[in-house]
RNA sequence: GGGGAGAUUCCAGAGUGGCCAAAUGGGGCAGACUGUAAAUCUGUUGGCGAUGCCUUCGGAGGUUCGAAUCCUCCUCUCCCCA
C-alpha cells in the first residue's frame, strides 16, 4: 500500500502531466483534498474510454479525498473542440439532462455519492444555463486573452478546418466550473485526460485572478491500446459500460483479447488489484500471459458489472475455448417452429441471431468459410434450417473463432 | 456585404451523362499462421429467399431513353476580399 494517492497513481500509470508535482504530492499526503472530474453526457452511458476518469476519482475517495464527478449538462450545449476535427453535433437540452441522469447512475454504482459518502456529483446546467451574457463577459471573459487562447495547441488543428466561436467558448466555461467548484467545495484539483491540459489550466489562472488562490491540474494518459486505437472501440462500436448496450461476456471477452503489450497496463490503470496481486503477471511472456488477460478480464467484469457476471463470463468462455467445446455460456436465442416453418434460410439464421449483420454478409461470410453450424463449416449458402436440425438438441453458431451463438427451438 | 470552393458509400478521398453499388487508402469482418495476442499474407466490405431486383452520392424539383455527374431553388461548410 502506499500512504498517498499520489505515489498510488503514479504508479499507476494515472499521471500524464500535473502542475508542480512536489506541491501536489504533498498535499494529497497531509490533507483531504477535494478534486473534480468532468464527464460529459454526450450519450445515456460512459464507454471504457472513461474508465482511466472514474478509476482516478474511485482512488481518491479510497484515500478519503472528496471526488466530486461533475456532469456537464451546461458544457455538453457546445461541445469541447480540443483533439476533434469537426464541431459536434448538437444535442437537445432533454436529450443532455437525461443522459447525464443516466450517466451519473452508472458512475454512482463505482463512486459513492450517498449521504454519508464524500463523493458529490454536480451538473455544470446548474450554474451554466442561468448565466447573463454581459455579467459574464464583465466578470469572467475580461480575464481570457483571446491571443493565449489562439496559440493553444487545441486549437490549432481547428484554425484549419474552422473553428465555431460556439465552441471557442468551451474552454471558457469549463474553467469558470473550475471556479464554480473552487468557490462552491473549495475544490483544488481538476483532472482530466491529457487533452484536458489547456482547459484545466484556463481554469487555474482563472482562479489565481479572481481568487488570488492557487488550486492544481493532473491529467491522465490518453489510453491508446498498443495498436495505436483508441480505448473501447470495436466492430460493435464502444465497449459501453451499460450491459444493456454490451453484454458482461462481451465485456469479459474485450479483456480477453487485449494486445499482450497492454495487460499489465491495463490491470494497473482499470483494475483495483494491489501492486501485490499485480506482481506475478509482470514477469510472464509469451502464451502465458494469457492468464493475466483472464484475470484482469475478471478483475474488470467483477467491478464494472458484477461477481456473478464475472463468474458466468469466465466459465462460459472456459466452456467455448478450453477443451472438450461444451456450449454452456454461449449467448443463447430462442426460435419457434413458426418462425422457421418450410426451412429458414441459413443465412437469415446468422443474421437474426446477430452473428452476422444482414443475410447478404452471411452470405459473404459463408463464401470466405467463416461461419460454422454445429461445428461445421458452411459450404452451401443456400441451406435451408428445418425443424430436423434440432432434432439433436439445441444448435451452435459460430462466426469466425470466437463468436458463438446457441439457438433453442421452441 | 462581394467573390470563390465544396457537401460522395464507416472514415479519408476519386469519379463531372451510360462501362457506377461507385477507383484507391484506412478501418471493419472473414480465411491462413498462432496463444481467444501481435505482425504478415489472402479474400471481402449497401440491402434482398438474388445470374435479377431495390435503396444510396447534402435536400427538393427539373432536363434526358438514361443523372453521383447537367439545370433551378434550398440547407450547411470552408476560403478570399470588405
Known sequence: MFDNV????????FIEQSTDEAVLRDLLTKQKVTSYIGFDPTADSLHVG???????LYHMQKYGHRPIALFGGGTAMIGDPSGKTELRQMLTRETIGANAESIKKQVGKYI???ENGTAVAVDNADWLLGLSYIEFLRDIGRNFSVNRML???SYKMRMETGLNFIEFNYQILQAYDYLELYRRHKCVLQMG???????????IDLIRRMEGAEVYALTTPLVTTASGQ???????????????????????????????QDVIRFMKLFTIMTPEEIAPYESLEGADLRQAKQRLAFELTAFIHSREDAEEAQKAAEALFGEGGAKAGAPETTVTSEEIGDGMPITALFAKVGLAPSSSEARRMIRGGGLYFKDERVTDERYLVTVKDFSEGDILLRAGKKRYHLVKLQ
Open 151 to 153: 496559440a493553444a495547441e
Open 112 to 114: 459513492d455519492f450517498s
Open 193 to 203: 485526460g491529457n487533452d484536458q491540459w489547456g482547459n484545466i489550466v484556463a481554469g
Open 50 to 56: 472513461s474508465l482511466v476518469q472514474i478509476m482516478a
Open 6 to 13: 499520489f505515489d498510488e497513481l503514479r504508479y499507476r500509470g
Open 230 to 260: 483508441k480505448m473501447g472501440k470495436t466492430a460493435q462500436g464502444a465497449v459501453w459500460l451499460d450491459p444493456q448496450r454490451y453484454k458482461p461476456y462481451d465485456f469479459y471477452q474485450y479483456w480477453v483479447n487485449v494486445d499482450d
